[in-house]
T-cell receptor, first 115, second 114 residues
Framework: GAVVSQHPSWVICKSGTSVKIECRSL??????MFWYRQFPKQSLMLMAT?????????EQGVEKDKFLINHASLTLSTLTVTSAHPEDSSFYIC???????????FGSGTRLTVV | AQTVTQSQPEMSVQEAETVTLSCTYD???????LFWYKQPPSRQMILVIR??????QNATENRFSVNFQKAAKSFSLKISDSQLGDTAMYFC???????????FGKGTKLTVNP
């Protein structure tokens, strides 16, 4: 089946630094990927839609300059949290659509802790 | 905008018994898809079952089945012969036809007790 690999699975960084999270579709091409944020014991909140070869589409209230998304190839999307602050600490999940599995395949998530 | 409501924040069931998780949604669309996702403690989101709105037959996947009531905008998940490994958060999700965005409910935490 379709597999989405997300790295790193967890990261701790200092306040003010930037962190990059990678999302790769391993056995299929994904023209569209999605980035979610999940707070403890809460649901997934869509942050942005990542489109291969074009700019990402951000949901209302999401700072595009803080959460930089790049989708340079059909198998890789990256989310960079710039100038991270403790309030950016969260669980970030990516997903991709595989045409044979309409309903998304999710990455395993990245737990970001900003200290 | 579409909304998805899961009215049961937490539920528990004894091993081998049956449990039903509720989900209602609000939409004016006629073409859409509904999903149940499982998120175990590992936090990996796993697709449990999906239903196309145009299909009247309820989807079934082994021990998991849905009761899709389109007119009532209800999409409940029934888990039969519950197993300890079914312990997880369960999210109901909606996707409008032609869109690629999933709208999630707030989730139901299911605990299967031995």
């Amino acid at each position: 089946g379709a597999v989405v690999s997300q790295h790193p699975s967890w990261v701790i960084c200092k306040s003010g630094t930037s962190v990059k999270i990678e999302c790769r579709s391993l056995d299929f091409q994904a023209t569209t990927m999605f980035w979610y944020r999940q707070f403890p014991k809460q649901s997934l909140m869509l942050m942005a839609t990542s489109n291969e070869g074009s700019k990402a589409t951000y949901e209302q209230g999401v700072e595009k300059d803080k959460f930089l998304i790049n989708h340079a190839s059909l198998t890789l999307s990256t989310l960079t949290v710039t100038s991270a602050h403790p309030e950016d600490s969260s669980f970030y999940i990516c997903s991709a659509i595989d045409s044979d599995n309409y309903g998304y395949t999710f990455g395993s998530g990245t737990r970001l802790t900003v200290v | 905008a579409q909304t998805v409501t899961q009215s049961q924040p937490e539920m528990s069931v004894q091993e081998a018994e049956t449990v039903t998780l509720s989900c209602t949604y609000d939409t004016s669309e006629n073409n859409y898809y509904l999903f149940w996702y499982k998120q175990p403690p590992s936090r990996q989101m796993i697709l449990v079952i999906r239903q196309e709105a145009y299909k009247q037959q309820n989807a079934t996947e082994n021990r998991f089945s849905v009761n899709f009531q389109k007119a009532a905008k209800s999409f409940s998940l029934k888990i039969s012969d519950s197993q300890l490994g079914d312990t997880a958060m369960y999210f109901c999700a909606f996707m409008k036809g032609g869109s690629e965005k999933l709208v999630f409910g707030k989730g139901t935490k299911l605990t299967v007790n031995p």
